[in-house]
């Protein structure tokens, strides 16, 4: 099988060398895209739940410029280095803690090394955008407030762009424009999602045109969960994803002219809580269905079925000591594509006349600093401890120093990643460090550094990758 699929690897390229070319690129920007977004997650600004609602109006604004550095080496051991400023100006309302407004607005500017762009577009400056503007009106709580009385009933909806993450975020984390329904009552509630993804977004087919800066795909959902006692919640959700991208189709492809479409719906169950007064634990397993277009090569694209699975399990033990130290460990599992040469794009996809078992979503779990793998025929195992280490020292108390060990295999043997790759299974192995240290009140730093060690897996040379991260946050 392996002999097979590497003959039409070769075939393909020597056909036309310029796709594949194309077509890394496109995949470098998607990893370099991924790991900042999650770094960038860890530090974005969001609305601060904790602020009580005193007064009839409360207004809360602000605003923060971030400078950050980071040296990033990719799959071919080119080093990439960007300087990166981001400015950030956030506005909060919230009246009789019934209606909420929240907005985000930023921009940044990227200043790349001579040649180390990920894209054409090389030293950019992105225009003030939206990152976030959503008004939430808590139902429940203002028909409690006229009829002055408690209620269990919980009735809200929230629209406008926001951070959608379903379940643990396996399926979907994603910036979206549309609104959340939420109906509930004593211990169970029920969640509905009607919404877009953001138009910027980039997509998970890195093969697709305009795949990083034109995505249109609707979701439709619902999340049913139930606080079964004090120490468990358990859901189980729906949703489908429906494809609306309507790039023209690519003709630089070895079957001469391929189209894309992908429409997928996802079953997933799962349970969150505590084993004891230490242990915290989350579970979600997910189906994924639906139908998608085939490769264009060797022969005509076909609609086939997608029959894939994935599944997630945390486990955090915490100690509880005046430096807050706890060890974590999570296991990752993704199905994947025996046939496949890539487990996400269309272009070198599943091939025709057969049934798509890679596993393709749209969340954004941490799988490491320096190899950030998609969850896609993916055995991923971390384990990791954090602690501030310095409370007793006041200008340290608020340094987080974590590390984790990260270990990489394929599901499926002679399947595919999200980079070229052969038929063993071990991937490799990485090393993260990172601190969080919130300085003084209005001034922060984050550092991430990770080094991942290639494995037989991998069709890339066995030298080591790097990823270094420094940025520093003024918020006033």
């Given at each position: 099988?392996?002999i097979?699929?590497?003959g039409?690897?070769l075939?393909?390229t020597?056909?036309i060398?310029?796709?594949?070319m194309g077509q890394a690129?496109a995949?470098r920007?998607h990893k370099f895209e991924?790991?900042?977004e999650?770094i960038?997650?860890e530090?974005?600004i969001?609305?601060?739940?904790?602020?009580?609602?005193g007064?009839r109006?409360?207004?809360?604004?602000g605003?923060?410029a971030t400078f950050?550095f980071?040296a990033?080496d990719d799959?071919?051991q080119?080093?990439?280095?960007l300087?990166?400023?981001e400015?950030?100006a956030?506005?909060?309302?919230?009246?009789?803690?019934v209606?909420?407004?929240?907005?985000?607005?930023?921009?940044?500017?990227?200043?790349?090394n001579?040649?180390d762009?990920?894209?054409?577009?090389?030293d950019?400056?992105i225009e003030?955008?939206i990152?976030r503007?959503h008004y939430?009106?808590?139902?429940g709580?203002?028909l409690?407030?006229r009829?002055?009385?408690v209620?269990?009933l919980?009735l809200?909806?929230q629209?406008?762009?926001q951070l959608?993450?379903w379940?643990n975020?396996?399926?979907?984390?994603e910036?979206?424009?549309g609104?959340?329904?939420?109906l509930?009552?004593?211990?169970?509630?029920?969640?509905?999602?009607?919404a877009?993804?953001r138009?910027?977004a980039?997509?998970?087919?890195?093969s697709?045109?305009?795949?990083?800066?034109?995505?249109d795909?609707?979701?439709?959902?619902?999340?049913l969960t139930?606080?079964?006692n004090?120490?468990?919640?358990?859901?189980?959700?729906g949703?489908?994803?429906?494809?609306?991208?309507?790039?023209?189709p690519?003709?630089?492809?070895?079957g001469?002219?391929?189209?894309?479409?992908?429409?997928?719906w996802?079953?997933?169950?799962g349970s969150?809580?505590?084993?004891s007064?230490?242990?915290r634990?989350g579970?979600?397993l997910v189906y994924?269905?639906?139908d998608?277009l085939?490769?264009d090569?060797?022969?005509?694209?076909t609609?086939?079925d997608?029959?894939?699975w994935?599944?997630d399990?945390?486990?955090?033990?915490?100690?509880?000591?005046?430096?807050s130290?706890?060890?974590?460990?999570d296991?990752l599992?993704?199905?994947?594509?025996?046939?496949?040469i890539?487990?996400?794009d269309t272009?070198?996809?599943n091939r025709p006349?057969?049934?798509?078992?890679a596993?393709n979503?749209?969340?954004l779990?941490?799988?490491?600093?320096?190899?950030?793998?998609?969850?896609?025929?993916?055995?991923?195992?971390?384990m990791?401890?954090s602690?501030?280490?310095?409370?007793n020292v006041k200008m340290?108390?608020n340094?987080?120093?974590?590390?984790m060990?990260?270990i990489f295999?394929?599901l499926?043997?002679?399947?595919?990643?999200?980079?070229p790759?052969t038929s063993?299974r071990y991937?490799?192995?990485e090393l993260d460090?990172y601190?969080n240290?919130?300085m003084t009140?209005?001034?922060?730093l984050?550092?991430r550094?990770?080094?991942?060690?290639p494995?037989q897996?991998?069709?890339?040379?066995?030298?080591?990758r790097h990823?270094?991260?420094?940025?520093?946050?003024?918020?006033?």
């Amino acid at each position: 099988m392996f002999i097979r699929l590497l003959g039409l690897a070769l075939l393909w390229t020597l056909m036309i060398p310029g796709v594949a070319m194309g077509q890394a690129d496109a995949a470098r920007l998607h990893k370099f895209e991924r790991q900042l977004e999650q770094i960038r997650r860890e530090t974005r600004i969001t609305p601060n739940s904790d602020i009580p609602a005193g007064q009839r109006l409360l207004v809360d604004y602000g605003a923060a410029a971030t400078f950050l550095f980071a040296a990033i080496d990719d799959r071919d051991q080119n080093t990439h280095i960007l300087r990166q400023t981001e400015i950030a100006a956030v506005l909060r309302m919230e009246l009789d803690n019934v209606h909420q407004f929240f907005l985000l607005v930023q921009s940044f500017y990227r200043d790349f090394n001579r040649g180390d762009s990920f894209d054409r577009h090389g030293d950019d400056w992105i225009e003030p955008q939206i990152e976030r503007l959503h008004y939430r009106l808590d139902i429940g709580r203002l028909l409690a407030m006229r009829s002055e009385t408690v209620t269990k009933l919980d009735l809200a909806v929230q629209v406008g762009r926001q951070l959608v993450q379903w379940g643990n975020g396996l399926v979907l984390s994603e910036d979206m424009d549309g609104g959340i329904f939420t109906l509930g009552y004593d211990q169970t509630t029920v969640k509905i999602l009607i919404a877009r993804m953001r138009n910027s977004a980039t997509d998970f087919d890195s093969s697709r045109p305009n795949f990083d800066n034109d995505t249109d795909r609707d979701f439709y959902g619902a999340i049913l969960t139930h606080q079964i006692n004090a120490y468990h919640a358990a859901y189980i959700y729906g949703l489908s994803q429906q494809d609306h991208n309507d790039d023209p189709p690519r003709i630089d492809t070895p079957g001469g002219l391929t189209a894309f479409d992908y429409n997928s719906w996802y079953i997933g169950v799962g349970s969150k809580g505590t084993l004891s007064d230490r242990w915290r634990y989350g579970f979600e397993l997910v189906y994924e269905g639906g139908d998608g277009l085939s490769a264009d090569f060797p022969t005509v694209q076909t609609r086939e079925d997608i029959d894939a699975w994935a599944m997630d399990l945390t486990l955090d033990y915490i100690f509880f000591d005046p430096k807050s130290t706890r060890i974590f460990f999570d296991l990752l599992l993704a199905s994947g594509d025996s046939d496949r040469i890539n487990s996400s794009d269309t272009v070198g996809g599943n091939r025709p006349g057969t049934d798509d078992n890679a596993f393709n979503a749209f969340g954004l779990l941490n799988t490491g600093f320096a190899f950030t793998p998609d969850a896609s025929n993916l055995v991923m195992v971390k384990m990791g401890a954090s602690s501030y280490p310095l409370r007793n020292v006041k200008m340290f108390r608020n340094m987080l120093v974590g590390g984790m060990v990260l270990i990489f295999n394929k599901l499926n043997r002679v399947g595919a990643i999200d980079e070229p790759s052969t038929s063993r299974r071990y991937l490799g192995s990485e090393l993260d460090f990172y601190v969080n240290w919130q300085m003084t009140s209005d001034l922060s730093l984050a550092v991430r550094y990770g080094v991942f060690f290639p494995g037989q897996g991998l069709a890339s040379d066995n030298d080591e990758r790097h990823f270094v991260y420094v940025g520093t946050t003024l918020a006033f």
